[in-house]
DNA sequence: ATGTCC
């Protein structure tokens, strides 16, 4: 019998390599038993599909090995032949917004991009970028305020209210806490508090107690809670047409999202040295990883939590107000989703986009002298199924603080008849792009269905008043 | 976005 060499093993599909070895020490025994020819057969077959042969009687190591190659393989950067797809639905993007959304489809894992309207600059993924990838979670594009979103309550209060205003203000005021640290005076509870994922990993487990006491708070920056005039045109959301007060909450997963965010953005860029400057804040997790796996449970665990603290904020002021909720909208605007598509897991990150599938509801908040939409997604598949997150940035936060002050923005605020209790001069409607053309360039994307005017706008206090 | 560097 004609002794089996690397020649042999290697014409049966078993690459160069660690596989080679770990294949040329299982043969004696598979050829003792099935024969030369049967032997070098069945070891084809190993090597053609070594997912299907992790437990083969003679070759399971040879799979084993193959499969682990693979995986570490995939880990590694190839710089493809060309991007993956883009549609761009943002005409006027901004050279770093591109440059950063076509450095994503350099990735092996992308699949297509979008890059929504109100597309900003951000680390990694832009602000306005959606992602569809294979086997694989990219941290930064989730972002760092992982399951940031937003939450609409219409309530069976007058429109009346909302002109003297003082209940309302009050509510706001004795309600929500707002700022980097704000915790709650007397802890409120929440289902989403007892999951067992907060007993995932040390980290989580660490992170439960500042979470609990962070439960039912806003966060700084762009985060908010307003109260504005709903007006439905037609029926809609289960209500007649008519004019509602509805109360909008901007908010996420606070100092807990962001140290899980921290943490497996880092892990990821550390395991990969490989990737070229300009994609490293793109690094990716993989789905057959423990690393990734652990980052889809933790970020979907902020998820639950994103939507438990809106559910106090709303739960505290309408029953500060003894308001019934007659309709509600959320949304999630930075996470992940993923599904099974012909055998294959593909992840769909929105980093500052909203979930637009057929007949999906979401809330598209403009400024805070500026109209928010209530949308209904189309399905429109070259956008991934997403729309734009808000109107976008129009200058950096640095650029608005240096630009503007409170003085100027005044006039504006009366103008549209919008008291803001607190909030950052960077958050003033100039900063921000034009909501109604953002909408305008996105009308294949969603159907708006209601109209949000805000009124009274609390966000975290910045120093300066915005009220002489 | 974030007790803004464990």
């Known amino acids: 019998m004609k002794k089996i060499r690397g020649g042999d093993v290697r014409a049966a599909g078993v690459p160069d390599g660690p596989a080679m070895g770990v294949a040329l020490s299982c043969i004696p025994r598979a050829v003792k038993a099935l024969g030369r020819d049967a032997a070098l057969e069945r070891l ?9 042969h992790g437990d083969d009687e003679y070759f399971a ?18 710089e493809r032949e060309a991007p993956a797809p883009l549609a761009n639905y943002c005409e006027d993007a901004e050279a770093g917004a591109l440059d950063q959304m076509r450095n994503s489809l350099r990735l092996p894992s992308a699949l297509r991009g979008a890059l929504m309207p109100d597309a900003h600059r951000g680390y990694g ?4 970028g959606v992602l569809e990838t294979e086997g694989t979670v990219i941290p930064y594009a989730v972002g760092v305020d992982i399951a940031c979103r937003m939450k ?7 429109p009346e209210a909302l002109d003297s205003g003082a209940a309302l203000e009050q509510a706001l005021l004795t309600q929500t806490q707002f700022g980097t640290g704000a915790k709650l005076r007397k802890r409120a509870d929440h289902d989403a508090m007892h999951d067992e994922r907060w007993r995932l990993t040390p980290l989580a487990t660490r992170l439960r107690d500042k979470a609990a006491d ?99 904020i709303h739960e505290r002021v309408t029953g500060h107000l003894k308001a019934e909720v007659l309709a509600g909208v959320e949304n999630h605007h930075n996470f992940a989703w993923t599904a099974e598509r012909d055998g294959r897991e593909v992840v769909v990150h929105r980093k500052g986009a909203t979930p637009a599938a057929a007949g999906e509801l979401g809330v598209i908040p403009g400024s805070m002298a500026a109209p928010g939409f209530v949308v209904r997604g189309k399905g429109a598949p070259d956008s991934i199924e997403s729309a734009s997150h808000g109107a976008g940035r129009r200058m950096s936060r640095t650029a608005a603080t240096q630009q503007f002050n ?3 923005v005044r006039p504006l605020l009366r103008e549209r008849g919008v008291k803001v209790l607190s909030a950052g001069i960077d958050e003033n409607p100039f900063a921000y792009k034009d909501i109604e053309a953002v909408m305008a360039a996105q009308t294949d994307l969603v159907d708006v269905i209601a109209r949000f005017d805000p009124r009274i706008v609390r966000m975290a206090d910045a120093g300066e008043r915005p009220e002489d």
């Open 152 to 158: 609409l309550s219409v309530l069976d209060v007058e």
């Open 44 to 52: 084809a077959d190993v090597a053609a599909a070594p997912d299907a």
């Open 214 to 312: 962070q439960l039912g708070t806003s966060g700084s920056g762009n985060h908010f809670v307003e109260f504005g005039l709903l007006t439905l045109p037609e029926a809609d959301l289960g209500l007649p047409a008519g004019r509602y007060v509805a109360l909008l909450s901007h908010s996420g997963s606070r100092g807990a999202g962001a140290q899980i965010a921290s943490h497996y953005s880092k892990l990821a860029r550390e395991l990969h040295p490989e990737l070229p400057k300009e994609l490293s804040y793109l690094s990716w997790l993989d789905l057959d990883h423990d690393s990734g796996r652990e980052y889809l449970q933790l970020m979907r665990l902020m998820g639950e939590y994103a939507s438990a603290c809106h559910a106090v």
């Open 406 to 408: 409170w003085q100027m």
């Open 61 to 78: 190591p040879v799979a084993q090995r193959l499969v682990a190659d693979a995986r570490e393989a995939a880990r590694r950067f190839v």
């Open 125 to 128: 993924l832009p602000i306005g």
